[in-house]
């Protein structure tokens, strides 16, 4: 009877400590429930996981051509091409000083051989070379200037420019002058006519004649004046050089 109930103890031993050994095979620290170690790597199935995709690398982007440097040809202006310049600034015999600058502009372009040379508007300058007043008895007004230089637009620069001189001169004015006299002496004899008789003509006429020389000695001549606006032309006295776009 001891015998029997010891053995029935037994088993229950052996069980208990069996299942107690399978519950814990069941409860591994990969799926135990509140476990803080991650879980494995592989899938479900045991499987390897799959690899990430990975981005193509963007091509390298080739550089761009440099733009071809322009290419030039020299074209010769030759020496008595005629220049049409509109002035820019006022000449003026009894105003303008030596050395006193002259600007001009293009009034149309310069082509030789169908290449444009000098452009339309290019800026021209010089500078006076004589200027005299009018006098009051002999002496007639003059002025004159030349050009030195040409500015061409864009990257043509300042060139070095020989031109001829344009000079001007004032009128005369003899023929004023005699009829400022020849005036005097007229009204002067009527005058005197009236006066005296024959005697008073003779005499207011010379009175006449001498204040109306008075006045043509008192008088200056007329100005030379080239107002700002004013076509002229001039010639080159040497030839030009300028280097043009193909």
Do not use: W
């Amino acid at each position: 009877m001891n015998m029997r109930k010891l053995a029935i103890i037994l088993g229950l031993t052996v069980s208990i400590a069996a299942c107690s050994r399978g519950e814990a095979v069941r409860e591994t620290p990969s799926t135990a429930a509140g476990s803080d170690t991650p879980a494995s790597a592989s899938g479900a199935d045991g499987s390897a996981p799959a690899a990430l995709p990975v981005e193509a690398a963007a091509p390298a982007k080739e550089p761009e051509p440099a733009a071809p440097a322009p290419e030039y040809r020299e074209i010769t202006i030759p020496a008595g091409t005629t220049l049409p310049v509109t002035l820019r600034t006022a000449v003026a015999s009894d105003t303008s000083q030596v050395e006193d600058q002259v600007r001009g502009t293009l009034r149309r372009a310069i082509t030789i051989e169908g290449v444009e040379a000098l452009p339309a508007g290019a800026v021209i300058v010089g500078h006076v070379t004589d200027a005299v007043r009018s006098a009051k008895v002999k002496g007639r007004a003059r002025v004159a200037f030349r050009f030195t230089r040409i500015d061409r637009p864009g990257e043509g620069g300042l060139m070095n420019v020989r031109t001829g001189t344009v000079a001007r001169l004032a009128p005369a004015t003899r023929k004023r002058d005699a009829a400022t006299i020849g005036g005097g002496a007229v009204g002067g004899a009527i005058v005197g006519g009236l006066i005296g008789g024959g005697d008073g003509a003779a005499k207011g006429a010379a009175i006449g004649g001498a204040g109306g020389t008075g006045v043509v000695l008192a008088t200056r001549g007329k100005e030379v004046r080239l107002e700002a606006g004013t076509p002229i032309s001039v010639k080159l006295t040497q030839p030009l050089t300028v280097r043009v776009a193909r």
